[in-house]
């Protein structure tokens, strides 16, 4: 058994020769999912109803609907690509993001669930100055859901060149522009019933995409892991088998290794739209049960695209997979179309659009949800909303403009190198979300001040640190390669900007003589450890 010697078939099938197919397929998930969506509506009369669904869902199913949440189009694609690619290096980013659910289960889930009703400014301002916490906690969401819906919408546009064959910048720009409208009418009609019941279907389908071509793979080489691992090392050569292929090669790759590694692990813990997904169960208990759930699937898809990047290394070969007009992106849709043909490979493509979809929809909701209930409703009403569907049509109009901010981000974006903009994304929830709700969770002390310090100054280090690392200038791979202003060596931040952050909250409470921030600890203790007094399935 060969890896595929002339890669220009393969990527000439891949690049548009099924296109009416991956387009017909990508329409039955649209129909289907849109009569879901329109169901869900009927139950969505209320605010709890559109931000929380009502919290009506169960544990598993929440389970379910966090990890389509989770499994973005970068799960799927990036890492079989970087496995393909790099072997061992690519699936170090699958241990990171698995590892990341314990600290959400130990330290979050449940405490989170207890202590808010629909967003983190919930939890933050429970027992601080209320409208500066959520001033700040709403930017902090807004910053990390744009850049997490740009890389989306903007890897969408490189998806098309690929799996429709659309390779001018127009035809790309139409289809970012669907897949935004498609985003704005789920959020816009179904809430996060609707949202959530997408992104069940989606996970489903990605799960089981992802699981018929492991035992396809596994069966041409008699269910021996061995023999295909020694497969892939014949093509590809030993690297691929060996740490260091990727972030061993110099002292500067093996920080920034480790730096990555800290933001994934702990910034999923910080990420708005996972976090309000707490908020669909009725119970604390539901919340654990979620998680659980999500770490399981997660944890069965990750070891799926252990033998999917191995097998598309071994089958395609990392020649052929670069060579493609997706590059490390196309090794999951270049292995369904070596295995299956033009249907295994309409499906991959359909299921690669539908995770976008999903998991852009899951963004725009919360992001507006955290306009309208933190900034609208508790900082320029100060809580005193006559009209709770008023809130609801704020949330409404903030989508609108949230999905079409991110359609020309996403269109101006298209072609550049985004894979620091999830960077970005993991690196702020870690830095400024992270610290933030710890702290308040478990420090009796910890203040307004501090809470301020650590958003802000968060944010602020972050992004200043992106700005002037590699990921932005100064190499091919940068988005901008003809310039270089890179003056921080390493392209994630986390591991300078994560504990800056931590020590700003700190040094910003014992700095300041506030003290309004333990007056309700005692409170929010019980309350986060036992539910007492927590938000149950109904509106108040």
């Not at 170090?92 to 629909?118: D, K, Q």
């Not at 295909?228 to 050569?237: P, Y």
């Not at 898809?301 to 493609?324: E, H, Q, R, S, W």
């Not at 003589?513 to 938000?535: C, F, I, P, Q």
């Amino acid at each position: 058994m060969q890896a595929i010697s002339a890669t220009q078939p393969l990527a000439a099938e891949a690049a548009g020769g099924n296109s009416l197919l991956n387009i017909g397929i990508f329409a039955i998930f649209v129909a289907v999912t849109m009569v879901i969506v329109f169901r869900a509506s009927r139950n969505t009369k209320t605010a709890s109803d559109y931000y929380a669904a009502g919290h009506a869902f169960s544990g598993p199913q929440n389970g379910i609907a966090i990890s389509g949440d989770y499994l973005s189009a970068a799960s799927f694609l990036g890492i079989a690509g970087a496995i393909a690619v790099n072997g061992y290096d690519g699936f170090l980013y699958s241990i990171g993001f698995l590892v990341a659910w314990l600290v959400a289960l130990l330290l979050v889930a449940e405490l989170l669930r207890n202590t808010g009703r629909y967003t983190m400014g919930d939890v933050l301002s429970f027992r601080m100055r209320e409208r500066p916490v959520r001033t700040a906690a709403s930017l902090s969401t807004l910053v990390v859901s744009f850049f997490y819906l740009l890389a989306q919408m903007a890897g969408a546009g490189g998806l098309i060149a690929l799996l429709l064959g659309i390779t001018d910048k127009g035809g790309q720009a139409i289809v970012i522009a669907v897949v935004g409208a498609l985003m704005i009418l789920y959020v816009l009609v179904g809430g996060m019933r609707g949202t959530t019941w997408v992104q069940i279907i989606k996970a489903a389908l990605l799960i089981a995409g992802a699981f018929v071509m492991t035992i396809w793979v596994l069966g041409l080489y008699g269910f021996n892991l061995s023999a295909l691992l020694g497969h892939a090392a014949e093509v590809a050569g030993d690297k691929v088998l060996n740490p260091g292929a990727q972030y061993g090669k110099t002292e500067t790759s093996k920080l920034d290794f480790i730096s990555l590694g800290i933001a994934l692990v702990l910034g999923t813990a910080g990420l708005p739209h996972v976090l309000m997904r707490f908020y669909t169960v009725p119970t604390a208990k539901e919340a654990r049960r979620s998680v659980v759930w999500a770490i399981w699937l997660i944890g069965l898809f990750y070891l799926f695209t252990l033998v999917l990047g191995y097998g598309a290394g071994a089958l395609v070969g990392p020649d052929a997979i670069k060579d493609a007009p997706g590059g490390v992106n196309s090794a999951a849709p270049l292995l369904a179309s070596y295995l299956g043909g033009p249907l295994l490979l309409g499906f991959i493509s359909a299921v690669a659009f539908a995770t976008i979809l999903a998991v852009v929809a899951g963004l725009t909701i919360t992001a507006s949800a955290s306009f309208a209930h933190d900034i609208y409703a508790n900082v320029i009403k100060k809580g005193k909303v006559d009209d709770k569907q008023q809130e609801v049509r704020v949330a409404r109009i903030t989508a609108v403009v949230i999905g079409v901010v991110s359609i020309l981000g996403g269109i101006a974006a298209n072609g550049q190198n985004v894979a620091f903009l999830v960077a970005l994304a993991f690196a702020v929830a870690a830095s400024a979300n992270l610290p933030t709700l710890l702290y308040s969770l478990f420090w009796k002390r910890f203040n307004t001040t501090g809470a301020l310090f650590s958003i802000y100054g968060g944010l602020a280090i972050t992004i200043v640190l992106i700005i002037f690392s590699p990921a932005v200038s100064g190499g091919e791979e940068a988005m901008f390669p003809s310039m270089d202003f890179a003056l921080f060596p390493l392209k994630n931040p986390g591991l300078v900007s994560i504990p800056l952050s931590f020590l700003l909250g700190y040094l910003g409470t014992i700095m300041s003589k506030d003290e309004n921030g333990g007056e309700k600890y005692a409170e929010m203790e019980v309350r986060s450890l036992t539910g007492a007094g927590a938000e149950k399935a109904v509106q108040h």
